[in-house]
């Protein structure tokens, strides 16, 4: 049953992807915009799907961290739609001709950006994700198949039957947005076979789902990381400055892949530092686990195990290490690093731009949060996630990430000799 229902989506999704790879910008731009609409429309009956997952999810016993990401209230809708007009904004990257070279035997070389044709994208628990991936990949040519979490398969129902009821309605094909419905883990092993249909297959989600793709995918991978991010506060950061950074990074939103999860501070610094930002963190009931060196210094912590320096939280817990040098900062973040994004607090220019060259990380920041690693912040708009791999992308995936090149030549009747 699984094998054909979700073999008809691949065929489906090919089929229409060539006429998603001729539609001009504005086609593309009204279809966004006739999705804000409906957004906008169906608010209430999109809260009350979303309340229903949001239930469910409860009796399952599901963590605070993870409801706050599956909740959807008219904030959040609004906030997608925002996300919807902005990505109308962006310069449509399909069709734009880069490098074009005439060669010494007369030829025009050049390379045309098109879409990659048919995504499919296994996600987890945030609603949000249904909108923004449908969004990049329609403003970019691509049919797209999506999978949600099964804790919020009705937010997603309802957001998938938004986006389709808003594409037929400016004359676009509804197949080029799927959603397969079935919360059955045999659909998604389904899926990850069909490499005669799908172009690229998305992971966004935890190291499990990451991890089970990779080794079971035979279409190409194209992986949004976890994110252990770090701080590493320098001898010669300014401490009034750095504390509100640590807080903002650990405590604005702690269950986003942008959020720090080990501090790491100088031992220089650390007995004027680690006081004054532990009790700021403490207010915010953040749990702090600390190094033997940190315990010293904050009582209420409670001793790291080795396994916090490889833990994305994702929650209120924080993993303080005190060293002793730059060279050791820098070991350990490219050791327990997921190479996400990563943070220095100085004011030494050549240790900073030494940060930059030696840190392996998709984002590397000089004196800001990791908080900011996202397509919006980033002028990308919306974003499918952030890849820590090094092949196509890299970093935030907007629109030029859900695209490819082609080479294209110019002749004048020339044959090779």
């Known amino acids: 049953m699984f094998v054909e229902q979700v073999t008809n989506l691949g065929k489906q999704a090919k089929n229409v992807s060539a006429d998603l790879a001729i539609l001009g910008s504005d086609e593309k731009n009204n279809a966004l915009l006739a999705i804000a609409k409906g957004l906008k429309d169906k608010t209430p009956e999109i809260i009350e799907a979303n309340q229903k997952d949001m239930e469910n999810g409860k009796q399952q016993g599901l963590s605070a ?30 069709g734009t001709v880069e490098k074009m070279v005439r060669r010494p035997n007369g030829l025009d ?32 040519g691509n049919a797209v198949i999506l999978r949600g979490g099964s804790e919020s398969i009705e937010t997603n129902k309802i957001l998938v039957d938004v986006i389709r009821e808003a594409l037929v309605n400016v004359g676009i094909s509804a197949d080029a947005v799927q959603l397969i419905a079935s919360t059955e883990r045999e659909a998604v092993q389904v899926l990850m076979k069909l490499s005669d249909y799908i172009d ?50 650990k405590v604005q939103r702690p269950s986003v892949c942008n959020a720090v999860e080990t501090l790491l501070v100088h031992e220089d610094i650390a007995t004027k ?10 207010k915010n009931k953040v749990e702090l686990r600390a190094c033997e060196r940190g315990l010293d210094l904050i009582p209420q912590a409670v001793p790291a195990k080795d396994e916090d320096w490889d833990t994305e939280y994702l929650d209120l817990i924080l993993a303080i290490k005190v060293v002793s040098s730059f060279d050791e900062a820098v070991a350990h973040i490219n050791q327990h690093g997921t190479s996400h994004s990563e943070v220095i607090l100085t004011n030494d220019y050549n240790r900073s731009r030494a940060f930059l060259e030696q840190v392996d990380a998709a984002a590397v920041y000089i004196n800001a949060s990791s908080r900011f690693t996202d397509g919006f912040q980033f002028g990308l708009g919306a974003e499918l996630g952030i890849s820590t791999q090094k092949l196509h992308a890299r970093g935030p995936m907007g629109l030029e990430a859900l695209t490819t090149l082609k080479y294209i030549i110019y002749g004048d009747n020339q044959i090779r000799e």
């Not at 706050?68 to 990257?93: A, H, K």
């Not at 879409?115 to 969004?135: F, M, Q, W």
């Not at 995918?217 to 194209?222: A, C, E, F, G, T």
């Open 65 to 94: 961290s993870f409801l706050e990401r599956l909740f959807l209230d008219e904030q959040r809708i609004l906030g997608m739609v925002e996300g919807l007009e902005e990505l109308v904004t962006l310069e449509d990257p399909v």
């Open 200 to 249: 690229v297959l998305i992971p966004r989600g935890g190291a499990g789902l990451i991890k089970s793709v990779r080794d079971n995918s035979s279409i190409p991978v194209l992986e949004t990381g976890m994110g252990n991010c770090h701080i590493y506060v320098d001898q010669d950061a300014t401490i009034d400055a750095a504390v509100p950074i640590v807080l903002n990074a």
């Open 109 to 140: 070389i050049g390379q045309l950006r098109v879409p990659l044709g048919v995504v499919a994208i296994i996600y987890e628990s945030r609603p949000n994700v249904t909108i923004e991936a449908a969004a990049l990949c329609l403003k970019t």
């Open 273 to 282: 530092f680690l006081p004054l930002v532990s009790e700021e963190l403490l």
